[in-house]
């Protein structure tokens, strides 16, 4: 987690991004400072949300962790649907599964396993959020395959259609999941959870965990808003496409205090957290977040279908793949962390120079 001074040095740059959005200081220093705002916004949405679980007792916190775990993202991906962005959008979405599962994944495998020879972990909590991500890469692909080659680019008025019934399964899934985890076969999992981050800190009070929850979303909305109206400007003042700020730059913003925890846990030689933040953070943009956008880009005027690129779709498929071998031994080693982080920056570099 961010160091406690500089967590409310980078908080002080919310109300300086929210005044330059209102003054009109510039695009490329209000993306700045909102970028480097939502980083603690996130940590303390987070923070707030892990707290207000542990009041809940082990279910329903986990519930509540669980479906709150990637509100930074929703936030900012639910501005820039407001805003017509839906290539951003798209893109922020792959980002983020590609950015838990290879970045941070690599990352902490590389700091964890540094001065090990390996870690390992609980292989049934893992497996089925892998499990999870292989059914959600394969229902993301049919939508593309539809379009492509099931006669989708002649009937354009179906794809909304098709990309509905998606997303409704895969908020299903996403359920069962739930239930699997929480419920059905909790006693197998005890102590997997995303909420497990606190330790011995004493809880908050139940009333400063909900406000603090309230007003940081509040505050993240508006910063949000900024940061999604100065971005196509950023994009042509650095040269770079929509597929790029949405897959590296916004995920990896929107993702940043989650991946710090990650790396933190693995430091710890606590391999199970750190790789359950990275599975079921993806897993939650894969089923939840991203289907919850499909059905609210409607009533915002946007409507927004499931039709990712070609690069975009095999990208992920590598990523699952790829993670879901490395993790079927029950251990994991630097080296496999270095193998990751080449195959992200592989992508990130392609993607870069897309046209």
């Known amino acids: 987690m961010i160091v406690r001074s500089w967590k409310w040095i980078l908080i002080a740059c919310a109300p300086i991004a929210i005044a330059g959005n209102l003054l009109h200081l510039g695009a490329v220093p209000v993306f700045l400072l909102s970028a480097l705002a939502i980083i603690p916004l996130a940590a303390l949405i987070g923070e707030s949300t892990g707290h207000l679980a542990e009041h809940l007792g082990p279910s329903s916190g986990a519930l509540i962790n669980a479906t709150f775990g990637n509100l930074a993202e929703m936030i900012i991906a639910v501005f820039a649907v407001r805003a017509g962005l839906l290539d951003v959008v798209k893109a922020s979405l792959t980002g983020s599964i590609l950015g838990n599962l290879l970045f941070v994944g690599g990352l902490s495998m590389l700091v964890g396993g540094w001065k090990r020879d390996s870690q390992k972990f609980h292989q049934l909590s ?27 680019e002649t009937h354009l008025e179906l794809m909304h259609e098709v990309s509905v019934g998606t997303a409704v399964v895969l908020l299903l899934t996403y359920a069962c999941g739930l239930w699997f985890t929480f419920r059905t076969h909790k006693h197998l999992l005890r102590g997997e959870s995303h909420a497990a981050g606190h330790g011995s800190e004493k809880p908050w009070p139940m009333r400063r965990a909900v406000l603090t929850l309230v007003a940081t979303s509040i505050v993240m909305a508006i910063v949000a808003e900024g940061l999604v109206g100065v971005v196509e400007e950023v994009g042509l003042a650095w040269g770079l496409n929509e597929v790029f700020l949405g897959v590296v730059v916004l995920a990896m913003i929107g993702n940043a205090a989650e991946n710090s925890a990650a790396v933190g846990f693995a430091h710890r030689n606590r391999m199970d957290l750190a790789l359950n933040i990275v599975t079921q953070a993806s897993v939650q943009i894969a089923l939840f977040v991203t289907p919850v956008l499909v059905l609210l880009s409607f009533p915002l005027g946007h409507p927004l279908d499931l039709v990712f690129s070609t690069f975009e779709i095999m990208s992920v498929v590598l990523a699952v793949t790829i993670v879901a071998y490395l993790v079927l031994n029950g251990e994991t080693n630097w080296f496999e962390g270095v193998q990751l982080l080449a195959l992200y920056t592989l992508i990130a570099v392609a993607i870069y120079f897309l046209p």
């Open 126 to 152: 893992v497996e089925a959020s892998a499990g999870q991500m292989v059914v959600a890469v394969a229902a993301l692909l049919l939508p593309a395959l539809f379009f492509y080659s099931g006669g989708g």
